[in-house]
């Protein structure tokens, strides 16, 4: 018997056990008799189902935990953001309209690596040791991977790790070494290094779909972790996306053109601008040669390896959809703000592109559920591990906690549970997906987590004491893009950072400037405001133990640091 059919019998058992109860409101109305034949049959009952324990476990839900890269709330249609009107996501659309979307879902360290092992292990970076993307995760540490293959379910994750080492806690893995390629990509299976034809993400989805068809145990529940590199720099979309968005124009962000003349001095001394960084070839493959005839060596990095990988077709697929659009590029030679257009389009576009074969991916997982037969007891969710700058500040990348990257996407369906197209404001995090798991797996939540179970929402109710704020810190400094470290505290209408290596301080005021254009650190209006957060940014860090280093930098570091961006 298969296991949605034993666990649909021993409901139905429960079921009827507890009909025939039912018809005495109370024990002592029941004839001597039917007491003593109730008692019997209770003890049976119980028997059976020890007899069929698999069935006690087939109960309980299966859990498709489908999760993208850098793919920020502003890029799915369902969050209504000023990227709605692109249309980029059908699917994931449309699960939000069968389940429950979070509109306030954060993370608590926005980077790849420190976001996902805050999910295996339900702690903040300081506490399961991942604060940077420089670290190796410590497999041996608890997760809840490994809690729910000790409860009995089948788990297996495909795509994205970024943790470095070998999985534990999964059945089945292949996971991208690092951040892995788009096009024929190597994948790590526990027997070695296996090189895989296509495209990234209908790899990883294919790769999913096979082991649901064929791969899982007959009799568990299961935990599937998809985990797509898309849409990650350097955004190269499948072949048949190529030539998507080419007749529309992409809609601008209202601060592409951000100078940062309010913010605290870091955020003037990053390295993340559409206009200064993100360069022309190595992120938008437009082609140079003719400028710099000796292109090949001197962008001997990730898409430039790539492309060097393709297949025959491929490049030729690559080559007709660029080629045509490079030549005019030269032809128009845009400059200054205009450049900036042109690099934010080509950029955006490459960028929706990948999207839509994520959201492809989510369409396709859903429509297997379907065929399965697994969709009435499966919960789908669907995530990214932060947000992302589309041009957004003139950005691209994360690591602030502004608003854009701090937001993480989480909707979740999970059938006759949440609330086909309802939305919730409660403040929830990463932190929490793993204890959210396990209490889905009726399973116990290890002491050391540090989330909160996200259960009593999706269930719909309103806990009187959910959290009020929640807490962030960002550690990878200085290194690629220039971020400085900082903490900080958002609550419903505000948000407190402290970028401690410089002592500089910003405070803004979503409500008044959801765009946080606005430090009103100095600001005298917010004085009690400002003292209440630094109050509840000192009960955070103490609540989740954070005693990492957070020393201010003696003056010559900081000036030094200050002049030499200041000179690029
Ligand atoms: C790479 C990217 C960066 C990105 C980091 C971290 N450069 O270094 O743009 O910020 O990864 O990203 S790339 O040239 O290799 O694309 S993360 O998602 O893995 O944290
Ligand atoms: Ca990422």
Redesign the pocket.
């Known amino acids: 018997m298969s296991h949605e059919k034993t666990s649909q019998c021993s409901a139905r058992c429960t079921r009827r056990m507890h009909n025939s109860l039912e018809l005495f409101r109370t024990e002592s109305e029941m004839p001597f008799n039917f007491r003593r034949l109730t008692v019997q049959t209770c003890l049976l009952a119980l028997l059976a189902c020890l007899v069929v324990a698999p069935a006690v476990a087939a109960d309980r839900p299966n859990i498709l935990f489908i999760f993208s890269?850098?793919h920020a709330p502003h890029a799915i249609g369902a969050y209504n953001g000023w990227l709605k009107e692109v249309d980029p996501t059908p699917n994931i659309d449309k699960l939000a309209e069968q389940g429950m979307l979070f509109e306030n879902s954060f993370c608590t360290n926005s980077?790849?690596?420190p976001s996902r092992a805050v999910i295996l292990s339900g702690k903040h970076s300081h506490k399961n040791g991942f604060m940077n993307?420089g670290n190796s995760f410590d497999w041996d540490q608890q997760t809840f991977a490994k809690v729910l293959q000790k409860s009995g379910y089948n788990t297996a994750i495909y795509g994205k790790s970024?943790l470095k080492g070998a999985p534990q806690g999964f059945d089945d893995w292949k996971v991208l070494p690092g951040?892995g390629l788009y096009y024929n990509p190597d994948m790590k299976t526990p027997n070695g290094m296996k090189r895989i034809e296509g495209h990234c993400t209908d790899i990883v989805t294919d790769l999913a779909i096979e082991w649901l068809k064929e791969g899982r145990e007959d009799g568990k529940p299961f935990c599937l972790m998809v985990q797509h590199k898309a849409p990650?720099?350097?955004w190269m979309p499948a072949e048949r996306h190529l030539h998507l968005y080419d007749d529309i124009e992409i809609p601008y962000p209202n601060t592409l053109f951000d100078k940062w003349h309010d913010n605290a001095p870091p955020a003037r001394f990053q390295e993340l601008e559409i206009d200064r960084h993100m360069h022309l070839n190595f992120d938008l493959f437009v082609d140079l040669t003719a400028d710099f005839p000796d292109i090949e060596g001197r962008f001997d990095?990730?898409a430039w390896r790539n492309l060097k990988r393709m297949t025959p077709a491929q490049t030729k697929a690559w080559r007709d959809a660029y080629g045509p659009k490079d030549a005019e590029f030269h032809k128009l030679n845009p400059q200054a703000d205009d450049l900036v257009r042109w690099k934010f389009q080509r950029y955006a576009k490459n960028y929706l592109r990948c999207v839509k074969g994520v959201d492809e991916s989510v369409g396709k997982l859903m429509a297997t559920l379907d065929q399965m037969d697994l969709d009435d007891n499966t919960v789908v969710i669907y995530s990214s591990?932060q947000g992302f700058y589309i041009g957004d500040h003139g950005w691209y990348?994360k690591r602030w906690m502004y608003e854009e990257s701090l937001k993480m996407p989480f909707i979740c369906k999970w059938p006759g549970v949440t609330k086909p197209g309802s939305r919730v404001k409660e403040l929830i995090q990463n932190l929490d997906y793993g204890e959210t798991f396990i209490e889905m797996a009726g399973a116990e939540i290890p002491a050391e987590m540090q989330g909160k179970s996200l259960v009593p929402l999706l269930k719909g109710e309103k806990p009187d004491d959910w959290r009020k704020s929640i807490y962030y810190h960002y550690y990878e400094y200085p290194s690629?893009?220039m971020v400085p470290r900082h903490y900080g505290v958002r609550t419903e209408q505000y948000k407190l950072i402290y970028f401690y290596q410089f002592d500089e301080w910003e405070f803004y005021d979503l409500k008044a400037d959801p765009d946080e254009l606005q430090n009103e650190y100095e600001n005298e209006k917010y004085a009690d405001q400002i003292a209440a957060h630094k109050k509840e940014l000192t009960r955070l860090r103490k609540h989740y133990d954070d005693q990492s280093d957070t020393g201010v930098m003696p003056k010559e570091w900081q000036d030094e640091v200050r002049n030499q961006r200041a000179a690029k």
Do not use: L, M, P, T
């Open positions: 890269d850098d980077i790849c690596g993307n970024h951040q990650h720099r350097n990095r990730s591990d990348d690629v893009h």
